[in-house]
Structures are given as C-alpha cells and as structure tokens.
C-alpha cells in the first residue's frame, strides 16, 4: 500500500509500486483501494506526477528504453529484444488477449525500469560492483513418480510405457501409455500411493476412472477398490481431477468424490478442479473448472460450495471465495507456467520444485511481480 501522510516522502520506498499500480490500472485490473493509494501518492509530489505523465505520454516502447538503457543498458536491451521477438512471432497468441493487454503487459516490465531511473537520477545513490557469476544450465522436469504398494515395496514408474506393475489380489496395477491405471477388483482395503519428487510430473486414472494429474513435489493414497458409500483420496502438494461419476455395486446412487488435504475436505459428484496443498505454503487453494465442489473446513467443519471459475482459498484455519481466470491455476498439466500477478517468491517456489533447485534470498525479498 502507498502511504500519502509518509513523513520521510520516501520515493525510493514507493517508487516501483506505484509504476506497478500504474500498469495495473491500464490493465483494468487495479482494485478500488489501490487506485485511490495511487491517487495520493501522485498528489505528494509534483515530481510523481510528473514522472508518470512522462511514461504514459509515450506511444513507442523502443523509444522509452532508448531514453532509459543510459541507466540499466542491460535490462533494457533485454526487454528491447523480447519486444522485437514479439512483433515477429506468430499474429496468434496463446490465450486470447487483446492488443492493448499485451502492449501494457510489456509495459509495466518498461515501467519498472523508468521507476529505476527515476530514483537513480533523483538520489545520485552509490553503485555497488555486482560479482559475476557463472550461469550453469539447469535441466527441467520429466514424467516419473513412485508407486508404493501396500506392503511397502515401492515401484519406480519413471521410464516404465506398458506393463504390469503389480498384482494385489485380483486386481492389477498397469502403465498404458506412461499412465498409471487399474483393472480388476480386490475385497481386501488395500491402499497405493504415487509420489512425485521435485522435476516430476505423473498421471494416474483411479480404479473409478477418475484421471489424477500430480504436479511435481506431490503425492496422492487411495485404495485399489473403492468399495461403500465413498471414494476417499488424500493428496499433498497439487493435483488436477477429472472426476468420474460412479455407482457402488446394486445401488442407483451416485457415490461421492472425496479429496482431503491439510485441513481442509472436498466433496464432488463429477467435476474437473485442480487442488494446491503443498505443506510449506501459506495457503490451500481449490480452483474449480467445471461441475460443482463442497468445501469444508477440518477444525471448525465451516463449508463452502463453489461455482466454475471460483477459487476457495484456505489460510490460517478461514476458508474464503472469489472469482478467477482459471487458466493460470491448471496450465501446469500442459506443462505450462502461468503467471497473473505471481509474486516473486510464489513464482521461484514453482520453479525450484520443477527444476529440483534450491533458492535462498539475503534480506527480504523484493516485491516483485510477474506476468506472462
């Protein structure tokens, strides 16, 4: 937040959000409070105004980092020849974003910069010497998991296409195709787990048919069989569901979906949502794509029912909802990364459990935002 009483006039401290807000707002997508932050701050200083008068005058990104590559020549040459590398891309992007979007988009990475030369030419400060430091390719992830029995043998599933993976009574385990699937039934309530490690992605298709997308650094039980009047699965880390409606054995009645995570329940019919628990996370977040969930909270047994597009978020024991762009949130199953307004720390989270790396920062971590 942007404080207009803040004694000190600190530019330096408020400088880079309000470029940020600034973007923000030309995307449409600037809450109420922060414009109104933004006003004010602008009122401070007669040089704020100014300042981002100057930016958003300008029609032509090449000639913004031109003024600007005095001052950070590496940062700007980079976004310069990203920007050119837009313009001899394919007309047809990803996602359907109008011209205007994409152009602000850029534009609020050319912002951060302008920021940056502003409080250079404004406070004179010293420039430290950054050491250099050599770039070591780093490899991605793959498709691999771990099965573990129920008798605690694990299974490595990494390069296995086709082939029984196991027999546990009458029903077999199987790779069809790189997925993980069952045939056959067992009495005995037997359960499997399929883990990931950091750089593995896995899918694996229930005994009901359900299809389970596991991120990287996750893991999901359940049994061989579903037998009774539920289907009860627990998950760590994210997954995605494809959830199939099914019958118990001699009933009519549609036997519910059940997905538990670290203090939180989700209960379905048939639906496709994505689940994101991982335990050194502040928050669980329930992302609905299709069909309908019940949320429940484990402590306080508070409940919640989402819609398509609707994300209920658990943080500190509270369960809340709100409208999203689910795309960002499921893209990971196509191998994606999405980032809408993904902080700095949230973005290096996903990367290090794909790219099985460390990350460690010294002092606090900068406030920084990604798009694209």
């Known amino acids: 937040m942007l404080h207009a009483d803040d004694p ?14 600034a973007a923000r707002e030309k995307l449409g997508i600037l809450p109420e409070a922060d414009r109104e932050a933004l006003r004010n701050w602008l009122q401070e200083d007669p040089r704020h105004q100014a300042w981002l008068d100057t930016f958003l005058s300008r029609q032509d990104l090449d000639a913004l980092l031109a003024e600007y590559e005095g001052v950070q020549s590496t940062a700007g040459s980079a976004l310069k020849a990203f920007h050119h590398r837009q313009e001899a891309a394919s007309p047809t992007p990803v996602h359907r974003i109008s011209q205007i979007r994409r152009w602000w988009a850029a534009a609020a990475a050319v912002l951060l910069i302008a920021a ?3 409080l250079w030419s404004i406070h004179k400060e010293d420039i430290h010497n950054v050491t250099a430091v050599k770039i070591t390719d780093i490899s991605p992830g793959s498709q691999g998991a771990v099965l573990t029995l129920a008798d605690g043998s694990e ?11 196991a027999l546990q009574g009458d029903a077999t385990a199987k790779v069809k195709n790189g997925v993980l699937t069952y045939e056959g039934s067992t009495d005995q309530l037997v359960y499997n787990t399929v883990s990931t490690p950091n750089g593995r992605q896995y899918q694996v298709m229930l005994p009901d048919g359900t299809k389970v997308w596991l991120n990287s650094a996750s893991s999901i039980r359940y049994p061989m069989t579903f037998n009774g009047n ?28 059940i997905v538990k995570t670290q203090g939180q329940e989700i209960t379905v019919l048939g639906t496709q949502f994505n689940v994101f628990a991982y335990k050194d996370e502040e928050e669980t977040k329930t992302t609905l794509v299709a069909g309908k969930v019940n949320i429940m909270e484990a402590a306080s047994g508070t409940s ?5 597009n609707q994300q209920a978020t658990l943080r500190q024991g509270k369960l809340s909802v709100k409208e999203v762009d689910v795309a960002p949130f499921v893209e990971w199953k196509d ?19 794909w790219y099985d790396l460390t990350v460690t920062y010294e002092g606090q971590v900068p406030d920084t935002y990604f798009f694209g």
Do not use: C
């Open 335 to 353: 191998g994606l990364f999405s980032f809408h307004e993904t902080g700095l720390r949230d973005a290096m989270n996903q990367l290090s459990r």
């Open 155 to 165: 299974v490595l599933l990494d390069t296995l296409q086709n082939g029984v993976v």
């Open 230 to 257: 539920s289907r009860e699965v627990s998950i760590t880390g994210e997954a995605y569901f494809e959830v199939m409606k099914w019958h118990s054995s001699g009933s009519a009645d549609k036997v519910p979906f």
């Open 8 to 21: 000190s006039g600190d530019i330096n401290k408020h400088l880079l959000k309000a470029a940020r807000f």
């Open 304 to 308: 919640m029912r989402l819609k398509p």
């Open 116 to 118: 940056g030369a502003y």
